[in-house]
């Protein structure tokens, strides 16, 4: 087994937040600016709000909500396979959005596919940026995680842009063909264990545990009990009954020798189907020893006060503070704020202030007498704050200032890897980020549905439904 080296703290890594930056832009640039084409898909199918919202709330959750898929994969197969593979699943999917016949393709092709590959290339960009940096995690993690928030910034008027020119359709052809520079960046994510030094040495066999020595050796002799298995089985077949009419014209003493060694091979292959039975036990019980060991060490993650407290604010803060990053406009027109005062889209005043403090947040992470927990905890405080404040706000002015803050304070995410590093540990840190990033996916995804419940029970009680009417 490979030990893990030393991160450099520089070198290759800033490579690696390059190219981790391009895939949050090319990757969540559309789906966070789903706004633009949610109009759209609202004149094209003439659906609910409240359903065509699902669209982008999958697009944003699913890929969260799979998150522990997500990190099984990066362990399993490296970060730059699942980054290169993921790349085509974000492209594919836009582009087969393009020929969506109703809305219910589109909660596959956009919302899933999508969606999915989203949560692959925000695993393997984290989990590889947390290896190639110790004292300057901060400062990468909150660089790469502005992708998304500049990607925000300039797909919502590049998609506003193409749909004038090209229509839906070919705004998602095109947004999905500029998604395939995806790939090279992930051919850029060089493995932190690839390097030009020699491999190290390999263990001594005194010093392998007697289970793993074992299970090699039975391992080893699968292919010799699959090829056994098949010699037996001709020899059973065909060799048997020549041997058997051959001997008829030897002598008494060949007959016999043959008989002999006949029964030593049928005992050579009743012996090795044995082992092959033996074999199949042990790896079905090795397999279930690893789901059972995956499960344990979830639980002792959970017993862990910090942690637990940690997966209670991400779930809570995504139900709250993802749906203001859709409905912020409907806010302001609902404050009956004319159009003409919009002199920036709130929406864009969130995503760039989302990536300043992505960074600021990202460096004040790195400052040794600041308790990144703390620092987390603030960030939550300071945007439910501004959201209860957001009833009271009357005027563009107002609605753009508490935009800049909670799109500020949002900036969060990158210190979020951060301070689950120092919580579970770096050895720790694929398992624990991915239940925490599925607890955020279920928020993403219950956020907007229960605002739009609330906003038609407010609307229900205005017009007086009889459901809401009350009791004589």
């Given at each position: 087994?490979?030990e893990?080296?030393?991160?450099?703290?520089?070198g290759w890594?800033?490579?690696?937040?390059?190219?981790?930056?391009?895939?949050?832009?090319?990757?969540?640039?559309?789906?966070?600016?789903?706004g633009v084409l949610?109009l759209?898909w609202?004149d094209t199918?003439?659906?609910?709000?409240g359903?065509?919202a699902?669209?982008?709330?999958?697009?944003?959750g699913?890929?969260?909500?799979?998150?522990?898929?997500?990190s099984?994969?990066?362990?399993?197969?490296?970060?730059?396979?699942?980054t290169?593979?993921?790349?085509f699943?974000?492209?594919?999917?836009?582009?087969?959005?393009?020929?969506a016949?109703?809305l219910?393709f589109l909660?596959?092709?956009?919302?899933?596919?999508?969606?999915?590959?989203?949560?692959?290339?925000?695993t393997?960009?984290?989990?590889?940026?947390?290896?190639?940096?110790?004292?300057?995690?901060?400062?990468?993690?909150?660089?790469?995680?502005?992708?998304?928030s500049?990607?925000?910034?300039?797909?919502?008027a590049?998609?506003r842009e193409?749909?004038?020119?090209y229509?839906?359709?070919?705004?998602l052809?095109?947004?999905g063909?500029?998604?395939?520079?995806?790939?090279?960046?992930?051919?850029?994510?060089r493995?932190?264990g690839?390097?030009?030094s020699?491999?190290p040495?390999k263990t001594?066999?005194?010093?392998?545990?007697?289970?793993?020595s074992?299970?090699?050796?039975?391992?080893?002799?699968l292919?010799?009990?699959?090829?056994?298995?098949?010699?037996?089985?001709s020899e059973?077949?065909?060799?048997?009954p020549?041997?058997?009419s051959?001997?008829?014209?030897?002598?008494?003493?060949h007959?016999?020798?043959s008989a002999?060694?006949?029964?030593?091979?049928?005992?050579?292959?009743?012996k090795?189907v044995v082992?092959?039975?033996?074999?199949?036990?042990?790896?079905a019980k090795?397999k279930?020893?690893?789901?059972?060991?995956y499960?344990?060490?979830?639980?002792?993650?959970?017993?862990?006060?910090?942690?637990s407290?940690?997966?209670?604010?991400?779930l809570?803060?995504?139900i709250?503070?993802?749906?203001?990053?859709?409905?912020?406009e409907?806010?302001a027109?609902?404050?009956?704020?004319k159009?003409e005062?919009f002199?920036?889209?709130?929406?864009s005043?969130?995503g760039?202030?989302?990536?300043?403090?992505?960074?600021?947040?990202?460096i004040?992470a790195?400052?040794?007498?600041?308790?990144?927990v703390?620092?987390y905890?603030?960030?939550?405080?300071?945007?439910s704050?501004?959201l209860?404040?957001?009833?009271?706000?009357?005027?563009?002015?107002?609605?753009?200032?508490?935009?800049?803050?909670?799109?500020f304070?949002?900036?969060n995410?990158?210190?979020?890897?951060?301070?689950?590093?120092k919580?579970v540990g770096i050895?720790?840190l694929?398992?624990?980020?991915?239940?925490?990033?599925?607890?955020a996916?279920a928020?993403?995804?219950?956020?907007?549905?229960?605002?739009?419940?609330v906003?038609w029970?407010e609307?229900?009680?205005?017009?007086g439904s009889?459901?809401?009417?009350?009791?004589?």
């Amino acid at each position: 087994m490979m030990e893990s080296k030393k991160p450099p703290d520089g070198g290759w890594g800033w490579v690696i937040v390059i190219t981790s930056f391009f895939t949050q832009f090319l990757c969540y640039g559309s789906p966070l600016a789903v706004g633009v084409l949610y109009l759209e898909w609202l004149d094209t199918f003439h659906e609910g709000k409240g359903k065509t919202a699902w669209v982008g709330s999958l697009a944003n959750g699913v890929g969260l909500i799979l998150s522990p898929i997500c990190s099984l994969s990066v362990e399993s197969f490296g970060a730059r396979s699942v980054t290169i593979f993921s790349g085509f699943m974000v492209a594919g999917g836009l582009m087969i959005s393009a020929y969506a016949p109703n809305l219910y393709f589109l909660f596959f092709s956009y919302g899933a596919v999508v969606g999915l590959g989203c949560g692959l290339l925000y695993t393997a960009a984290v989990t590889i940026t947390c290896q190639y940096f110790d004292k300057r995690r901060g400062l990468a993690l909150g660089l790469i995680s502005t992708g998304s928030s500049v990607g925000l910034f300039i797909y919502a008027a590049l998609q506003r842009e193409l749909l004038e020119l090209y229509g839906l359709d070919g705004c998602l052809l095109i947004v999905g063909a500029v998604a395939l520079n995806i790939l090279p960046c992930g051919i850029l994510m060089r493995p932190l264990g690839s390097s030009n030094s020699p491999p190290p040495e390999k263990t001594p066999v005194e010093s392998v545990s007697a289970q793993y020595s074992i299970y090699n050796e039975k391992e080893k002799t699968l292919e010799e009990n699959i090829s056994i298995l098949e010699k037996g089985y001709s020899e059973e077949k065909f060799v048997r009954p020549l041997t058997i009419s051959a001997s008829k014209q030897e002598s008494p003493l060949h007959e016999k020798e043959s008989a002999t060694a006949q029964t030593k091979e049928i005992d050579v292959y009743r012996k090795k189907v044995v082992e092959q039975k033996y074999f199949c036990k042990q790896l079905a019980k090795r397999k279930w020893q690893l789901c059972w060991n995956y499960w344990s060490e979830t639980v002792i993650l959970f017993k862990n006060k910090v942690f637990s407290a940690l997966f209670i604010a991400i779930l809570l803060f995504d139900i709250g503070g993802f749906p203001p990053l859709l409905l912020m406009e409907d806010v302001a027109r609902s404050a009956n704020v004319k159009e003409e005062e919009f002199v920036v889209p709130l929406v864009s005043i969130i995503g760039i202030m989302t990536a300043v403090g992505k960074i600021l947040l990202g460096i004040l992470a790195d400052v040794k007498f600041i308790n990144t927990v703390y620092l987390y905890s603030a960030t939550l405080v300071s945007i439910s704050l501004a959201l209860c404040a957001i009833p009271f706000a009357k005027s563009y002015v107002s609605l753009a200032i508490l935009s800049g803050i909670i799109g500020f304070f949002s900036g969060n995410w990158s210190i979020f890897p951060y301070v689950t590093t120092k919580t579970v540990g770096i050895e720790k840190l694929t398992h624990a980020y991915g239940i925490l990033m599925f607890f955020a996916g279920a928020g993403n995804s219950l956020g907007p549905p229960i605002v739009g419940m609330v906003e038609w029970m407010e609307l229900a009680l205005e017009l007086g439904s009889p459901g809401f009417k009350s009791c004589p």
